[in-house]
Antibody, heavy 118, light 109 residues
Framework: QITLKESGPTLVKPTQTLTLTCTFS??????????VGWIRQPPGKALEWLAL???????QYSPSLRSRLTITKDTSEKQVVLTVTNMDPVDTGTYYC??????????WGQGTMVTVSS | EIVLTQSPGTLSLSPGERATLSCRAS???????LAWYQQKPAQAPRLLIY???TRATGIPDRFSGSGSATDFTLTISRLEPEDFAVYYC??????????FGQGTKLEIK
């Protein structure tokens, strides 16, 4: 059974860097084809894909946020980390990590709410 | 960059009725790369359909997906009370980018 869980701060100040950790079980990120993505959702708004990392360390980023995002993996610890620099109040929302099928995200974490406020 | 436009924004129906949700792409896309998700309040999204028409594991057969090119449809044949939620389409496309539509809220009439 695949599970994922996000963790990180619930409150960050503007201009700070957000670091979120996705801890997963039930699959190996070292397996060919495996991937973990990050998606966020502002309150009451639609989903927005942020980043994705593959088993071979290939990384993909949303073009609109590429300069602020970094995704890394720790295969042995079964974790994927997302950092977002220069946080702004518009970055407030729920951040999800998800297991990636070849062309969709089949299992999602419960999400973690992040508020950006001074 | 591909834009996905979902319609209607809100759909009001009664249990037992048929729901038809639309997802239109701003340019022709491969149906292989089109997925649908369901999201209930305070819950994470749940994958319903991938490859435009393949149901994900455990998804009831009252959910079906269809379409090609720029027009895709999610159909719920007979609405159950637990089907009232927000639905998103998603595409994986050029520049290795994942795009979501803005969502359709399916509410009880």
């Amino acid at each position: 059974q695949i599970t994922l869980k996000e963790s990180g701060p619930t409150l960050v100040k503007p201009t700070q860097t957000l670091t979120l950790t996705c801890t997963f079980s039930g699959f190996l990120l070292s397996t060919s084809g495996a991937g973990v993505g990050w998606i966020r959702q502002p309150p009451g708004k639609a989903l927005e894909w942020l980043a994705l990392i593959y088993w071979n360390d290939d990384k993909q980023y949303s073009p609109s946020l590429r300069s602020r995002l970094t995704i890394t993996k720790d295969t042995s610890e079964k974790q994927v980390v997302l950092t977002v620099t220069n946080m702004d109040p518009v970055d407030t929302g729920t951040y999800y990590c998800a297991h990636k099928l070849p062309l969709a995200f089949d299992i999602w974490g419960q999400g973690t709410m992040v508020t950006v406020s001074s | 960059e591909i834009v996905l436009t979902q319609s209607p924004g809100t759909l009001s129906l009664s249990p037992g009725e048929r729901a038809t949700l639309s997802c239109r792409a701003s340019q022709r896309v491969s149906s292989t790369y089109l997925a649908w998700y369901q999201q209930k309040p305070a819950q994470a999204p749940r994958l319903l359909i991938y490859g435009a028409s393949t149901r994900a594991t455990g998804i009831p057969d009252r959910f079906s997906g269809s379409g090609s090119a720029t027009d895709f449809t999610l159909t719920i044949s007979r609405l159950e009370p637990e089907d009232f939620a927000v639905y998103y389409c998603q595409h994986y496309g050029d520049s290795s980018m994942y795009t979501f539509g803005q969502g359709t809220k399916l509410e009880i009439k």
